[in-house]
């Protein structure tokens, strides 16, 4: 028996399945359209989007349509998802890779502004070192007959220039004028300082380019300063590159043209200059610690009478110091220094030699600064020779003290020797 009449089934309510209308309308016949214009039309709307939106060619058409369950709306988000994703990712490429741009171009102007500084900072000081060295008097380099290179002590990391303050007066020429100073300054890239030696103007010695003994500071006369540099060449046998010559007016400007120096003035020094003004130029000076201006630094250098030329050369030594010590602290000084200075300055050092020795000497700026003076402890006498005092040295016993202190002795093993001798 069927189950429908075991569980009521009322066959009059039944609906006759065979009798249902089944029609479709044919706009909503998605399966049965003559050549699936209704999927070309949805391509085409979609094409027509793309064409809009640029470029983008779809890699899905049919193979997708036909899928089980695929139907038209389906395909058409789909579609649209893939437009906006591929569209998306575009728009991703595209502004990494204007990212990539600007940062390269960020790069490269960062790489060029760090070219022109760093190129700024080489020029710059070219360009300081020649407007400065164009002002110097130059004078011919004449070579030493009276000692051979063989003869004298050298190295290639040590260089002595001879510094000479001359106090000229008007009617007198650079072979007339005595130096008043006769100052060794030795730059030690071997040991990292910078030495300074005086000479002593009364030291009585052989001058060979006169022929003669006489006082040191007069072996200019007649033949010029390199004179002066060939005979301690010959006295010492020591290698000089050359001479630096300055008036008392450059020692003025160049004080001044660094905001002074400080230096410890005694009550008898002060004294001595403010009782002889018309000595020492009418300046004022107060004992004690100050900044002396340009005029009160050479007076207080020029100071003899109240008591040697030994001490006279250390308080040379110790403006000198002074102003080492104060450009170091603002090297953009040294420039305004130099500026001033040179148009009174004459040397025979050539400017290529005087940039090799700049070069080498700011490698030693920071190192200690060691002083001597010649002759040295021990090695001298005074003497009157035609009613005149001078001072006789022992030549071999200085030449051989000076070629130690000057190629041999760091400023550290100066120093404890000096504290050890008690100096």
């Not at 011919?140 to 063989?150: E, G, I, S």
């Not at 202190?405 to 400023?411: D, E, G, H, V």
């Amino acid at each position: 028996m069927p189950r429908f009449d075991n569980e009521g089934f009322n066959p009059e309510k039944r609906i006759d399945n065979d009798l249902r209308d089944r029609s479709v309308p044919v706009d909503e016949d998605y399966y049965n359209v003559s050549d699936f214009d209704f999927i070309n039309r949805r391509i085409k709307e979609n094409d027509e989007v793309i064409d809009n939106q640029g470029d983008f060619d779809s890699p899905y058409r049919t193979s997708r349509q036909s899928a089980e369950g695929f139907t038209p709306e389906v395909e058409e988000d789909y579609e649209l998802q893939q437009i906006r994703r591929q569209r998306s990712e575009e728009r991703a490429a595209k502004k990494q890779a204007a990212l990539k741009k600007k940062k390269a171009q960020r790069k490269k102007r960062t790489g060029v502004a760090v070219a022109a500084i760093i190129l700024a900072l080489i020029l710059i000081p070219v360009i300081m070192v020649e407007s400065v060295l164009g002002k110097i008097t130059y004078d011919d380099k004449v070579a030493n007959p009276y000692v051979t290179a063989a003869e004298m002590k050298s190295e290639k990391t040590v260089k002595n220039i001879l510094l000479l303050g001359v106090d000229a007066r008007p009617e007198q020429d650079t072979v007339q004028s005595h130096p008043d100073s006769m100052m060794l300054i030795t730059i030690d890239m071997k040991h990292r300082c910078i030495k300074m030696t005086s000479f002593l103007r009364d030291t009585w010695v052989y001058l060979a380019p006169r022929d003669r003994e006489q006082r040191l500071n007069t072996a200019n006369q007649g033949v010029g300063y390199c004179g002066i540099v060939q005979s301690i060449e010959y006295l010492f046998n020591i290698e000089i590159e050359g001479y630096v010559v300055t008036d008392f007016k450059m020692f003025r400007k160049m004080v001044d043209s660094i905001g002074g120096v400080y230096v410890t003035v005694t009550k008898a020094e002060a004294h001595e200059i403010n009782s002889h003004k018309g000595r020492y130029g009418n300046v004022k000076i107060k004992a004690g610690r100050h900044r002396l201006t340009g005029k009160q630094a050479l007076a207080y250098a020029r100071i003899r009478k109240i008591d040697t030329d030994f001490k006279r050369t250390q308080r040379q030594r110790t403006v000198i110091t002074s102003i080492i010590n104060k450009v170091k602290k603002n090297p953009f000084k040294l420039y305004s220094m130099a500026s001033g200075a040179a148009p009174y300055l004459e040397t025979d050092l050539s400017k290529s030699e005087l940039k090799k020795i700049g070069a080498m000497a700011t490698l030693c700026m920071d190192g200690d600064m060691p002083q001597a003076r010649v002759p040295f402890d021990g090695t001298w006498e005074y003497a009157n020779v035609g009613g005149a005092s001078v001072i006789k040295i022992n030549v071999e016993k200085n030449k051989e003290l000076l070629q130690d202190y000057i190629y041999n002795k760091s400023a550290k093993e100066l120093k404890e020797q000096k504290e050890k001798d008690g100096n």
